[in-house]
């Protein structure tokens, strides 16, 4: 074996390791020239909307909701401090759904007010706005946590096997399978493979630094606080209330205490989003350098 292929030790560090850590970084997708939501407008609507309907999600359960293009749906703490993950699709097109992982590359770790939900390959288009969030006051706290992740993918019972042999059922993962497969009529193993990664509404989260190990904290959400989305295309969605509660404790258990989430839906006043139209799909031709 040459020089050049024996492998180093990682308890060796060269001799210019404290050059190579220094070299400052480059964020990867600046995002100065995404479109810019008009939250002035969204706001000036969402004033005089009225309330279309709700639903009540029971503690380790999940529940589906519809929302149209331009109308708005809010996510509230109702009886103690719950997290709750979010599942969204186009609601004529399954196939179009929340992409987490490009949301985070495109805003960051945890989202807030002003920002986008943005949909899989080959839309990737906004799918709903944040337009208010009662704890945006908590930004980024001394362990590195936040609160509205895209970093977790959901509590599953795959993972939960792997890691303790055991088969829960009432985690995230499996309370949005059954959800959408009763709210379309179709069976468990063909409603699974729609379930995707999510949004952790409320959930403190973060990743701890001399591990770099992904981590959740007792949420700050109390009974009245509230996340709101403007609906920039047809949605589906589909919350679980997640079965670690306020996820300080228990991740995926009976032991922590639940409580319900709320989910309510508003149309603005005819009129009132003059102007606007729900976004285009993404403008790639998709010839992938075969034209």
């Known amino acids: 074996m040459s020089q050049h292929t024996q492998p180093v030790s990682a308890a060796e560090a060269p001799a210019d390791a404290a050059e190579r850590r220094a070299v400052k970084p480059v964020i990867c997708y600046p995002n100065e020239t995404l479109p810019k939501p008009d939250l002035d407008l969204y706001q000036a609507a969402r004033s005089g909307a009225v309330k279309t309907g709700e639903v009540l999600v029971q503690p380790r359960d999940a529940a589906c909701f519809t929302v149209p293009a331009g109308h708005f749906f ?83 019972p795959y993972t939960g096997n792997l890691l303790s042999g055991d088969d829960y059922h009432y985690c995230c993962h499996s309370n949005l399978t059954r959800a959408l497969a009763d709210h379309l009529g179709i069976p468990l193993a063909e409603a699974e493979p729609h379930v995707h990664d999510v949004l952790n509404v409320f959930m403190c989260t973060g990743f701890t630094r001399d591990t770099g190990q992904y981590f959740m904290k007792a949420s700050p959400v109390r009974p009245g606080d509230y996340l709101e989305f403007f609906a920039e295309i047809d949605l589906l969605g589909a919350l679980s209330a997640c ?34 139209e729900p976004p285009a799909q993404n403008g790639y031709d998709r010839s992938h350098g075969r034209g």
């Open 74 to 156: 809010r996510i509230s703490s109702v009886e103690g401090s719950q997290v709750g993950d979010l599942n969204l699709w186009n609601l004529n097109d399954l196939s179009e759904r929340f992409f987490s992982g490009k949301t985070r590359a495109l805003h960051g770790t945890h989202v807030t007010r002003g920002e986008r939900l943005w949909s899989s390959l080959p839309y990737l288009r906004p799918m709903a706005t944040i337009t208010e969030d009662t704890l945006g006051w908590y930004g980024i706290d001394s362990y590195g946590g936040s609160v509205h992740d895209v970093i977790g993918t959901r509590c599953d």
């Open 243 to 276: 079965p670690g509660g306020d996820c300080g404790s228990e991740h995926t258990s009976d032991t922590a205490p639940c409580h319900p989430l709320l989910v309510e839906t508003f149309a603005p006043k005819e009129g009132a989003l003059a102007g606007w």
